[in-house]
């Protein structure tokens, strides 16, 4: 069964992401909102991680979220809440890092 | 909140009638607790207690229903570790009623 | 068929509320004999340490608490063995009978559980 992760902690000073990363099935998505998405900031170690695990299409970010924090969203898909919505009923599960 | 005379002690209960301080326990106060549910406690009732007793001093808390019957059927056998045995001796309801004449704390996941 | 739920349980037992939560999660469903398996995971295999103390902090004690798993029908216990060698806990005896697993069976365990929940 394929699982949408969601993360939205900051990833900087907090293994979620760096955990997340290594579980992450062939088939799972992740999808980051709130502070996680500073994951996505340019120059940053949790980008070079990210690049790294070159999970291409299954790489989620709340666009809203990236927008609030002047993050560039080129590097993965952005969505709004809709389209989360959707993600989550496309996956059999999603698991929530809280 | 309301108290339980044992003896010449006064012993402080919660609302729901278990012992607010777990050290005011004694087998004094198990009949007297047991009394106030019109239950005359017999050797039956008291292997379950000591059997709950045990439990909370290995895990810390208060079984639920079903931990109660797996745990006594461990110690006791599974004549004794089963729920119409345990709803007998304890007025249908052995997790809350047991622990309660047993001094434990108010079981949190039951039933 | 119930709907089987994996729980992971990934803060330290003392400092904050989430190991304490994720136990009464785990508990609960036992109680209620959902398919439940429990998941140590980064400081949450802190949880697992032999021998711990915590009468002077006046907290209840989780690790005994965690003892009563299987009690409650939770006998699906899991260790990530990475958390394990990162915090010098992989040669250690530990207070539960878990499984250790490698990230790639962590993969196979998590896509097999129902539900996922990360505490």
């Excluded at chain 1, 666009?63 to 898909?77: F, M, N, P, S, Y």
């Excluded at chain 2, 004694?26 to 009732?45: F, K, N, V, W, Y």
């Excluded at chain 3, 004690?61 to 965690?66: C, K, M, Q």
């Excluded at chain 3, 409650?72 to 009978?97: I, K, M, T, W």
């Amino acid at each position: 069964m394929t699982t949408l992760h969601v993360i939205a902690h900051s990833p900087f000073g907090d293994q979620r992401l760096a955990s997340c990363l290594r579980l992450l099935g062939a088939d799972d998505g992740l999808l980051l909102c709130g502070d996680a998405t500073y994951a996505l900031k340019a120059g940053s170690e949790p980008l070079q991680m990210l690049q790294a695990a070159n999970l291409g299409p299954r790489l989620f970010a709340l666009a809203e979220d990236l927008q609030a924090r002047a993050l560039d969203g080129t590097q993965v898909i952005a969505v709004d809440y809709p389209a989360f919505v959707e993600l989550s009923l496309h996956y059999d599960k999603v698991n929530s890092w809280l | 909140m309301s108290t339980l005379t044992v003896g010449d002690r006064t012993i402080a209960l919660d609302k729901d009638g278990f012992l607010l301080d777990l050290q005011d326990w004694s087998p004094e106060a198990a009949q007297a607790l047991a009394a106030q549910e019109q239950i005359s406690l017999t050797d039956e009732h008291w292997e379950i207690l000591n059997v709950l007793r045990e439990f909370y001093a290995q895990y810390q808390l208060s079984p639920a229903t079903r931990p109660l019957i797996k745990y006594t059927a461990l110690k006791l056998g599974a004549d004794k570790g089963n729920s119409p045995h345990l709803n007998r001796l304890f007025n249908g309801t052995p997790a809350k009623l047991a622990a309660k004449l047993a001094g434990l704390p108010k079981p949190t996941n039951c039933i | 068929m119930a709907k089987s739920l994996l729980i992971i349980s990934r803060q330290a037992p003392w400092s904050g509320p989430c190991a304490r939560e994720a136990l009464d999660v785990a508990l609960a469903g036992g109680a209620f004999d959902l398919p439940l398996g429990m998941l140590f995971l980064d400081d949450g295999v802190f949880q697992l340490a032999a021998a711990q103390q915590p009468d002077a902090l006046q907290q209840k004690n989780l690790a005994a608490n965690l003892q009563a798993l299987p009690m409650f029908g939770v006998e699906e216990l899991f260790a990530c063995a990475h958390s394990l060698a990162r915090r010098g806990l992989a040669d250690e005896a530990l207070n539960l009978p878990v499984q250790v697993l490698d990230d790639a069976a962590l993969k196979a365990l998590i896509a097999r559980f129902d539900q996922v929940v990360t505490l």
